[in-house]
């Protein structure tokens, strides 16, 4: 019987399946179906997305990530995290180590369960894109992060319909065929702001969302309202620490730095496969 190991692992409120992937033992073809069926909660594990871990030529190891919905992606914020720690527990890499991604090498740096990856540069920045503006947004922005991000501030974040207009924004013609994510956010301080996250390919709110804290922080700082260190509190109630240069438009040198827990270790029985 076929069976597969893997760990779930949660990074501030996403939550992620890990897959020690360098044998080959799940090829290429079976990647997507597998996640799909693997992500559903209920029906299997559940989970944001899924990670494998593959041997690299350049690096300590290459990961492949994949949405929940079998789609595979450049970036994710947290399961950079998780994964770090994951490598790092197995053996696979020291505390300090780069990554090989689709979005370009990723630093990370393991400190107990908390970890601190450096993200390749954001690019794409443009603020007051043209999207209609709906009932309690002050401004519309997008930053790519890794993954494309639109950045809505409002006025009220507790009670604004984040699945409804972040499904629209998601879907919106300006950013096919592969969509965007959308953040609502609100500034509490120098410091400190709130988001909430409409993640494409989970398809839904999630309770974190590390690349899109990432965005919402670089936005408010081009808007000079932040600036570094920022704290991102999430719908999960943690709080990701964000910390950047800034120069001019640009910035450089982001790190996102947060928590990240074991949940357990297990097998995945050929049924579920």
């Not at 597969?4 to 992937?21: A, V």
């Not at 559903?40 to 041997?55: K, P």
């Not at 965007?180 to 120098?190: D, E, I, Q, R």
């Not at 993640?199 to 081009?222: F, H, K, M, W």
Request: with cysteine.
């Amino acid at each position: 019987m076929k069976t597969i190991e893997f760990w779930k692992m949660n990074g501030s409120g996403n939550d992620f399946i890990l897959i020690d992937n360098r044998d080959g033992s799940v090829e290429e073809e079976e990647m997507g179906l597998l996640v799909e069926r693997t992500c559903r909660r209920r029906e299997s594990v559940g989970a944001d997305g899924l990670i494998f871990v593959s041997r690299s030529d350049r690096f300590d190891f290459a990961w492949r990530y994949f949405n929940a919905d079998g789609g595979e992606v450049e970036m994710c914020g947290n399961g950079s995290r998780c994964v770090a720690r994951f490598a790092h527990l197995k053996g696979i890499a020291k505390s300090k180590m780069t990554f090989e991604t689709l979005a370009g090498p990723v630093s990370a740096e393991v400190m107990g369960r908390v970890v601190m990856v450096l993200m390749p540069d954001p690019s794409g920045l443009e603020m007051d894109v043209g999207l209609s503006r709906e009932a309690g947004w002050l401004n519309v922005d997008f930053i790519n992060t890794g993954v494309p991000h639109v950045v809505v501030q409002v006025d009220n974040l507790s009670r604004h319909p984040v699945f409804e207009q972040g499904r629209s924004i998601r879907y919106h013609n300006m950013f096919s065929p592969e969509g965007t994510n959308a953040n609502f956010m609100k500034v509490l301080g120098p410091n400190m702001v709130e988001i909430r996250t409409y993640e494409r390919g989970v398809e839904d709110e999630t309770l974190s969302c590390g690349t899109g804290a990432i965005a919402s922080a670089l936005i408010a700082s081009a808007r000079d309202m932040v600036g570094s260190p920022v704290k991102v509190r999430t719908k999960g109630g943690e709080e990701l620490g964000i910390h950047f240069q800034k120069e001019g438009d640009e910035f450089k040198q982001v790190w996102l730095e947060g928590s990240t827990s074991i949940v357990y270790q297990a097998q995945l029985n050929e049924e579920a496969l």
